[in-house]
Protein backbone atom coordinates (compact mmCIF):
# COMPACT_ATOMS: atom_id res chain seq x y z
CA UNK A 1 0.00 0.00 0.00
CA UNK A 2 1.63 3.43 -0.69
CA UNK A 3 1.47 5.75 2.39
CA UNK A 4 1.84 8.93 1.33
CA UNK A 5 1.78 11.54 3.68
CA UNK A 6 -0.86 13.17 2.65
CA UNK A 7 -4.30 12.29 0.15
CA UNK A 8 -3.02 15.06 -2.41
CA UNK A 9 0.57 16.19 -3.48
CA UNK A 10 1.26 19.38 -5.44
CA UNK A 11 4.16 18.74 -7.57
CA UNK A 12 3.75 22.15 -8.89
CA UNK A 13 4.02 24.12 -5.47
CA UNK A 14 5.57 27.84 -5.73
CA UNK A 15 8.50 27.75 -3.37
CA UNK A 16 8.75 31.70 -4.00
CA UNK A 17 4.90 31.64 -2.02
CA UNK A 18 6.61 29.81 0.34
CA UNK A 19 9.35 31.95 1.05
CA UNK A 20 7.04 35.25 1.15
CA UNK A 21 5.13 33.00 3.51
CA UNK A 22 8.01 32.19 5.81
CA UNK A 23 9.76 35.65 5.63
CA UNK A 24 7.02 36.96 6.77
CA UNK A 25 5.59 34.89 9.84
CA UNK A 26 9.27 33.63 10.55
CA UNK A 27 11.81 36.11 9.74
CA UNK A 28 14.54 35.42 12.53
CA UNK A 29 14.87 31.78 11.95
CA UNK A 30 15.73 29.27 9.36
CA UNK A 31 13.16 26.11 9.52
CA UNK A 32 14.66 24.68 12.18
CA UNK A 33 12.54 22.94 14.68
CA UNK A 34 14.47 23.92 18.15
CA UNK A 35 15.37 26.74 17.16
CA UNK A 36 12.21 28.55 16.38
CA UNK A 37 10.66 27.93 20.08
CA UNK A 38 13.68 30.10 20.73
CA UNK A 39 13.35 32.77 18.37
CA UNK A 40 9.77 33.33 19.45
CA UNK A 41 8.64 31.80 22.45
CA UNK A 42 5.55 34.22 23.10
CA UNK A 43 3.72 32.62 20.43
CA UNK A 44 5.23 28.88 21.51
CA UNK A 45 3.90 26.06 23.36
CA UNK A 46 4.96 22.89 23.97
CA UNK A 47 2.87 20.12 24.18
CA UNK A 48 3.92 16.01 25.25
CA UNK A 49 2.91 12.76 23.47
CA UNK A 50 2.19 10.85 26.15
CA UNK A 51 0.44 10.98 29.93
CA UNK A 52 3.41 11.85 32.50
CA UNK A 53 5.71 12.89 29.48
CA UNK A 54 6.39 10.10 28.96
CA UNK A 55 9.16 10.44 25.77
CA UNK A 56 8.78 6.90 24.03
CA UNK A 57 5.47 4.87 22.98
CA UNK A 58 5.34 1.56 24.14
CA UNK A 59 2.79 -1.16 21.95
CA UNK A 60 -0.83 0.43 19.76
CA UNK A 61 -2.56 2.04 22.43
CA UNK A 62 0.31 4.30 23.53
CA UNK A 63 0.98 4.83 19.84
CA UNK A 64 -3.01 5.91 19.22
CA UNK A 65 -2.12 8.46 22.26
CA UNK A 66 0.39 10.45 20.40
CA UNK A 67 -1.13 9.92 17.13
CA UNK A 68 -4.33 11.27 18.01
CA UNK A 69 -2.80 14.20 20.30
CA UNK A 70 -1.08 15.78 17.16
CA UNK A 71 -4.21 14.55 14.92
CA UNK A 72 -6.38 16.68 17.33
CA UNK A 73 -3.54 20.41 17.40
CA UNK A 74 -3.62 20.05 13.52
CA UNK A 75 -7.54 19.92 13.48
CA UNK A 76 -7.63 22.90 15.31
CA UNK A 77 -5.72 24.96 12.63
CA UNK A 78 -6.87 23.09 9.46
CA UNK A 79 -10.30 21.45 8.09
CA UNK A 80 -10.18 18.12 6.15
CA UNK A 81 -9.38 18.69 2.55
CA UNK A 82 -7.82 22.02 3.00
CA UNK A 83 -3.69 22.45 1.83
CA UNK A 84 -0.89 22.84 4.42
CA UNK A 85 2.64 22.99 3.89
CA UNK A 86 4.68 19.87 4.58
CA UNK A 87 8.29 20.06 5.64
CA UNK A 88 10.93 17.49 6.11
CA UNK A 89 14.74 16.93 6.18
CA UNK A 90 17.30 15.59 5.13
CA UNK A 91 21.00 15.01 6.13
CA UNK A 92 24.41 15.31 4.83
CA UNK A 93 27.99 16.05 5.03
CA UNK A 94 27.42 18.39 1.75
CA UNK A 95 25.70 21.66 0.62
CA UNK A 96 24.10 19.69 -2.17
CA UNK A 97 20.05 18.71 -1.40
CA UNK A 98 19.56 15.05 0.04
CA UNK A 99 17.03 12.75 1.19
CA UNK A 100 18.66 10.54 3.88
CA UNK A 101 16.38 8.68 4.65
CA UNK A 102 14.44 6.05 1.62
CA UNK A 103 11.32 6.39 3.87
CA UNK A 104 11.06 10.22 3.19
CA UNK A 105 10.79 9.33 -1.10
CA UNK A 106 7.54 6.76 -0.38
CA UNK A 107 5.97 8.90 2.00
CA UNK A 108 6.71 12.58 0.33
CA UNK A 109 7.58 11.94 -3.17
CA UNK A 110 6.62 15.00 -4.81
CA UNK A 111 8.69 17.25 -1.79
CA UNK A 112 10.96 19.79 -3.65
CA UNK A 113 14.36 21.05 -2.07
CA UNK A 114 14.09 24.46 -0.64
CA UNK A 115 16.68 25.47 1.58
CA UNK A 116 19.83 24.13 3.26
CA UNK A 117 20.92 25.01 6.50
CA UNK A 118 24.62 24.43 7.63
CA UNK A 119 24.07 22.91 11.21
CA UNK A 120 27.86 23.11 12.32
CA UNK A 121 27.69 26.54 12.29
CA UNK A 122 25.23 27.17 15.07
CA UNK A 123 25.81 28.25 18.45
CA UNK A 124 24.51 26.95 21.81
CA UNK A 125 23.58 23.35 22.84
CA UNK A 126 22.58 21.14 19.87
CA UNK A 127 23.70 23.64 17.07
CA UNK A 128 27.02 24.49 19.39
CA UNK A 129 29.72 23.59 16.26
CA UNK A 130 31.47 21.14 18.66
CA UNK A 131 28.06 18.79 18.50
CA UNK A 132 28.92 17.94 15.14
CA UNK A 133 32.38 15.88 14.09
CA UNK A 134 32.18 16.72 9.84
CA UNK A 135 30.58 19.80 8.68
CA UNK A 136 26.28 18.38 8.35
CA UNK A 137 23.65 19.91 6.38
CA UNK A 138 20.04 19.63 6.90
CA UNK A 139 18.49 19.90 3.85
CA UNK A 140 14.68 21.03 4.01
CA UNK A 141 12.22 20.05 1.68
CA UNK A 142 8.82 21.19 0.98
CA UNK A 143 5.46 20.08 -0.36
CA UNK A 144 1.95 20.87 0.06
CA UNK A 145 -0.53 18.26 1.31
CA UNK A 146 -4.09 18.42 1.55
CA UNK A 147 -4.78 17.02 5.31
CA UNK A 148 -7.62 14.84 6.60
CA UNK A 149 -7.58 12.97 10.18
CA UNK A 150 -4.83 10.28 10.35
CA UNK A 151 -2.89 11.36 7.14
CA UNK A 152 0.46 11.87 8.55
CA UNK A 153 0.18 8.89 10.83
CA UNK A 154 2.32 7.23 9.37
CA UNK A 155 5.15 9.73 9.24
CA UNK A 156 4.45 10.86 12.78
CA UNK A 157 5.22 7.40 13.96
CA UNK A 158 8.35 7.54 12.13
CA UNK A 159 8.79 10.70 14.26
CA UNK A 160 7.81 9.50 17.45
CA UNK A 161 10.56 6.57 16.50
CA UNK A 162 13.10 9.41 16.37
CA UNK A 163 13.65 7.87 12.84
CA UNK A 164 12.91 11.37 11.28
CA UNK A 165 13.67 14.56 12.74
CA UNK A 166 12.89 18.71 11.46
CA UNK A 167 9.29 17.56 10.35
CA UNK A 168 6.88 20.69 9.99
CA UNK A 169 3.12 21.42 9.28
CA UNK A 170 2.98 25.19 8.20
CA UNK A 171 -0.23 27.17 7.24
CA UNK A 172 -0.39 28.61 3.83
CA UNK A 173 -0.54 31.72 5.44
CA UNK A 174 2.26 31.14 8.06
CA UNK A 175 -0.58 31.76 11.02
CA UNK A 176 0.68 28.44 12.94
CA UNK A 177 3.43 25.73 13.02
CA UNK A 178 3.61 22.52 14.32
CA UNK A 179 6.67 20.68 14.74
CA UNK A 180 6.48 16.90 15.96
CA UNK A 181 9.20 15.91 17.84
CA UNK A 182 10.08 12.73 19.48
CA UNK A 183 8.33 13.20 22.63
CA UNK A 184 6.22 15.74 22.09
CA UNK A 185 5.17 18.62 19.33
CA UNK A 186 6.36 22.51 19.23
CA UNK A 187 3.42 24.57 18.16
CA UNK A 188 3.82 28.26 16.96
CA UNK A 189 0.76 30.50 16.79
CA UNK A 190 0.08 34.14 15.63
CA UNK A 191 0.03 35.59 18.85
CA UNK A 192 0.76 34.78 22.84
CA UNK A 193 -2.96 35.46 23.42
CA UNK A 194 -3.60 32.33 20.73
CA UNK A 195 -1.00 30.65 22.44
CA UNK A 196 -2.57 31.06 25.98
CA UNK A 197 -5.89 29.46 24.39
CA UNK A 198 -4.69 26.73 23.34
CA UNK A 199 -2.62 25.99 26.40
CA UNK A 200 -5.56 26.25 28.32
CA UNK A 201 -7.49 23.50 26.28
CA UNK A 202 -4.96 21.23 26.80
CA UNK A 203 -3.58 22.14 29.91
CA UNK A 204 -3.16 18.28 30.70
CA UNK A 205 -0.96 17.57 27.86
CA UNK A 206 1.82 20.80 29.14
CA UNK A 207 5.37 19.80 30.42
CA UNK A 208 5.53 20.79 34.59
CA UNK A 209 8.96 22.52 34.80
CA UNK A 210 8.80 25.97 34.27
CA UNK A 211 10.63 26.47 30.83
CA UNK A 212 7.47 24.45 29.30
CA UNK A 213 10.28 21.83 27.81
Known amino acids: MNQQAGSNSRANMNLEKLEVCWQGRFPCCEPVGHRLRLAYPERWVRFHSLPKSKRYPEGEHEYEIV?????????????????????????????????????????DPDALPWRSVAMHKGAGGFDDPTYWDDPTYWHVFASQRDWHPGVFNPLLRLVANWVLVNVMFVALDGGWLIHPYDGGMNVIVGSAAQRDILKARHADWLSIREDGL
Open 67 to 107: LERCNSILGKFVRPGELLYLLTTGCSQATEPARSDPQLLEL
